[in-house]
């Protein structure tokens, strides 16, 4: 059972930029379609964006489009999460998930595996 540690948020003014990671326990992550996930406090958690488990197909949120990007690095067991140019309604506790398959899904409870979540805080 694949277990997901996720790292990297902050506290960054609006403008500026975070990198998440998303380290997997194992190499099987290469089989598994991964996604980032945000919950703001009193609403649901949203999807951000996702990668197929072959890293080689890539889905973002239309109000992330152009400025966050998701890659995935099998070598390394790892996903990431760069985001530019934040804003104050960026803010949210962020989580990478992932499910077994070749595609991705936007809805959180078609994934089985989370990462504990990191805080992300853009002041304005």
């Known amino acids: 059972q694949v277990q997901l540690v996720d790292s990297g948020g902050g506290l960054v003014q609006a403008g500026g930029s975070l990198r998440l990671s998303c380290v997997a326990s194992?190499?099987?992550?290469?089989?598994?379609?991964v996604a980032w996930f945000h919950q703001a406090p009193g609403k649901d958690r949203e999807f951000v964006a996702g990668?197929?488990?072959?890293?080689?197909?890539?889905v973002a949120a239309e109000s992330v489009k152009g400025r966050f990007t998701i890659a995935k690095d099998n070598s390394r067991n790892t996903v990431y999460l760069q985001m530019n140019n934040l804003k104050p309604e960026d803010t949210a506790v962020y989580y990478c998930?992932?499910?077994?398959?070749?595609?991705?899904?936007?809805?959180?409870?078609?994934?089985?595996?989370w990462g504990q979540g990191t805080q992300v805080t853009v002041s304005s």
């Open positions: 194992e190499d099987s992550i290469r089989r598994y379609s």
């Open positions: 998930a992932a499910r077994r398959g070749t595609t991705i899904s936007q809805s959180a409870d078609q994934y089985g595996y």
């Open positions: 990668v197929t488990w072959l890293g080689s197909g890539a």
